[in-house]
């Protein structure tokens, strides 16, 4: 199959739960208006930002239909499905309903409690599941932080490339820029190279990088979309600044403990999604109200989305 | 509730498969019997050996099914359930149905693609999972090789003492024999220790470990009855001579590809149970044709099981 | 002490060695001259490529003394000694020596047997250090690959700033462009930062980079000074072209077996340096001979020093 | 030449400052009687706990010969020099030196700045360090804790049988017992095998270790010959007690600080050695005094040199 290049900005949703932990799927109609309103292009769902890995396969699907309801009709909002990896049939039976509910495509990632011995293992287990549905772009997702498994992706290109028609590219969320550079150069940019590092966003569009998928354009795609349209006008100075904005505001995450504050941003944002669910640690009422000081201290309200 | 220390040999039994790859819970019985044969006292089921995070829910409910059809007759035959440790819910779900059907205990491991920040997190998780099924014992599955997830087993254990009464102990697979000491003196043995490196059984036997959880227990039990007999009649020398040619044996495993290898062993000792699955790579013909041999000049036929 | 920030490609020089492996100090005459034709604008020496931990503490003096006599009187050039960071006496000995020759900064890593256990001991150890030559720039090393020290330089800053006055900035051979670009915001830009990966120089320019250290201009700087001019004029398709070439250079040390595959390149631009002294690998003859084609095939001698 | 197995207790000393931390090689005389009189067998120098990698050239041939001063005309302690491992040629001149004093034997460690690629070339290295002194045994120093090299010792024993004369063995310091008991069991025991984790001493006593060197033999000597005579009268209860009080008394290393400690538990058995250099942490006055309290809670002087 013939598969596109993604622009603009993916955002990565988080999984709305009730007071109870439980799946709210009554949400995500709020949620997809919440980012059109900020002009973001997609949505990769049910990934790190969106918890699934602690979701049950039952619960993936209806957070998957969800989506698929409000944004089946609109053309200019792709969604994606991440799969995991760790079972390839779970993968397999996730990526075959999202073909029969009419999403936009799937993503894998390395099975990460087996790891593959090496790339050859890692492009069986891509092939497997791309072939169960031929008929929709597979990307693969590399993110060596949470699985473990670093090998560089210009083999795993090359390792695929021939072999499996419906694979798109990569949402790529590391920062090995050599490799990454590499899968952008191959056979002139025939895959869909994803940038998926908030934080370095202007060292990938240097290098070319047309879309990127991230946690952070839940909640700031404007201060996104000014720094690549500051880079796109040469304006690097202020290009600079904006990503600067872009690292003050993800330091939080790191100061405050890590991915559930992208929940807390989020309150602040106007959207209430609940927390995180175990074993990920959700701030207590007075680290909220730290936090909170913080952002002020950003100009969170300059960038943020409304 | 009140739980008890586990003696003797627990095999982590491989999960069979037909020449489809599809899992075939008819071959529970013989496999039972197999390891009665051989004096195993235990099974600790889709585990790592078992391939469990290979398997759908509903295939895990099935192979629990399986070997509680044959052995919850049997007193002298506990089997424990591993349970995953990534989604909760999934734990939870698999604790109650493990329950239902009779089997022993349960176990969990570490969340593994979100690791859990501190061991304060990762108790929780445990407490979670262990409260959902307060009648049985329920053991962690420390396995940091696999799991990325590292703390002191002496830290998880005053975390969860007095918090979680159906904690029972845990299946130590690493080589920390400090911590692993510091575990078993905790309360004077309040909790079973279960040795899970076969490799290094002497080492922890000194220790007084009196349980083991082990996937050569599966084609080599007797092995290691010979050495457990050795060392307890204070004949080190021939506890030292068995011990090396456990490891002579569980070097092959390196040498072939790793975890898949277990299977060409029961292959050998009478047993095919089909291939591992992606992202395992599986010996060729003319790789078992090799192995074979090997196995021949380990004398392999002395100390298996048949 | 004020300092001031570089511009421009510095060479981290190979150490010559004669056909015993013995110190070849009288090639550096030729080995400057041969960096000036390509506009190299300084020498970070006895650094990772000069192979510093391999020389005794006189061969660095004899080596940095040899730099000292051939460019002493070349305002143009810049001298930068790298003093190692295990043994806190020796970096101050050697910077005591560097000083006294006039050479014009001093260099200094994380210790890397003994770890510091935080920021704050890194600290204390580059204000020891400083402290000594306090007429001296002092740039802090920070290449935690091979240190295995990796804290935010971003902290190291922090910590440093208001207690050293001759810290005058890092040279920065790490992947953390998010770290890197805070210290470049950081008040202003008061601290000189050089980049260090040559294989994402595109990536370092558009945050501002403006000085960079790095083995391949050695023997390849006209190429980096195409990117970089490319960069600056905003022709970016050229500038990536330029930087997939020199990925493709980079990835020939893969493949023939790392650090040492630098020589070997010097030797085809017409400079013998030797070899690599033990434990580093180099190549045999048949593998140098394939080395070769492959660098014809690179259009090498389009962008190579002459 | 022909190589002894060395046995007993062979502690690891602290190398001794003043309080300006200069070495004070005055104070040796008076440590050697103290480890005499706990009938410690020898002594291995300058190596991690006697901080070498912190010590100048001349102040390691000054300790050394501080120490062959003092033990020359002594049959029963032996006292083996650690030689670094990164400078291949430092080290050389440190085993002539060594060789020239008389001490009883050298070690070096694997580089750990460039690693070596593979066990080759790690054998490469230690022929030619063990060459320039062929009538001296030669122990490779195994603790990829601090090195971050980390092949198996049974593939380097090896690489180094019939290369090398004057290889004598490993001093071991690390968990990977089956590797440990594989190079134990090596033609018949033909290399001497020092285990270097004294928190688990028990559990290599049972695979035959038979010497030992370890830092905390230099203040508690005879609580591990309590151990040993426990184990070898085959009461494992006691021998079990004694480790559990070992690894009570290293915990504290934990939780002051890690190495620094050592200094801080010598202190209190009466010698008084200095401070750790840079960038090791040393207790404050209130941390030390919170460090003797919890000393007295482990009933220290029961089991203390003295």
């Excluded at 990565?12 to 949620?31: K, V, W």
């Excluded at 049950?56 to 009709?73: I, P, V, Y």
């Excluded at 790891?115 to 287990?125: D, R, S, Y």
């Excluded at 109200?289 to 950003?298: G, H, R």
């Amino acid at each position: 199959m013939k598969t596109t290049h993604l622009q603009g900005l993916i955002a990565a949703p988080f999984t709305p739960f009730d007071s109870n932990g439980q799946l709210d799927c009554s949400r995500i109609p709020e949620y997809y208006s919440f980012l059109k309103r900020n002009k973001v292009t997609g949505a990769f769902i049910n990934g790190s930002t969106g918890e699934g890995v602690s979701l049950t396969l039952e619960e993936k699907k209806a957070m998957a239909q969800a989506w698929a309801d409000c944004s089946n009709h609109d053309e200019d909002f792709k969604v994606m499905v991440f799969l995991g990896g760790t079972c390839i049939n779970d993968c397999i039976d996730l990526a075959k309903h999202a073909y029969e509910i009419g999403l936009y495509a799937v993503s894998l990632t390395a099975p990460f409690y087996f790891k593959p011995a090496n790339v050859e293992m890692l492009a069986q287990a891509c092939i497997m599941v791309g072939e169960s549905v031929p008929n929709m772009p597979l990307y693969y997702y590399h993110i060596p932080v949470l699985t473990g498994v670093n090998f560089p992706m210009f083999d795993l290109i090359q390792a695929l490339d021939g072999q499996l028609d419906n694979f798109a590219g990569i949402k790529y969320t590391h920062e090995d820029f050599m490799d990454f550079q590499s899968c952008m150069s191959y056979k002139d940019g025939k895959y869909d190279m994803l940038w998926g590092r908030d934080e370095n966003m202007l060292s990938a569009l240097v290098l070319g990088a047309k879309g990127a998928v991230g946690s952070t354009f839940n909640y700031a795609a404007p201060l996104y979309y000014d720094l690549i349209a500051s880079f796109e006008s040469n304006n690097l100075p202020k290009a600079r600044q904006l990503q600067q904005k872009s690292i003050n505001m993800i330091r939080l995450l790191g100061k405050y403990g890590g991915i559930s504050v992208g929940k807390a941003y989020m309150k602040v944002a106007g959207l209430d999604l609940g927390d995180f669910r175990l074993p990920v640690k959700n701030m207590n009422a007075s680290q909220f109200e730290a936090f909170q000081k913080d952002v002020q201290s950003l100009d969170f309200k300059s960038f943020k989305s409304n």
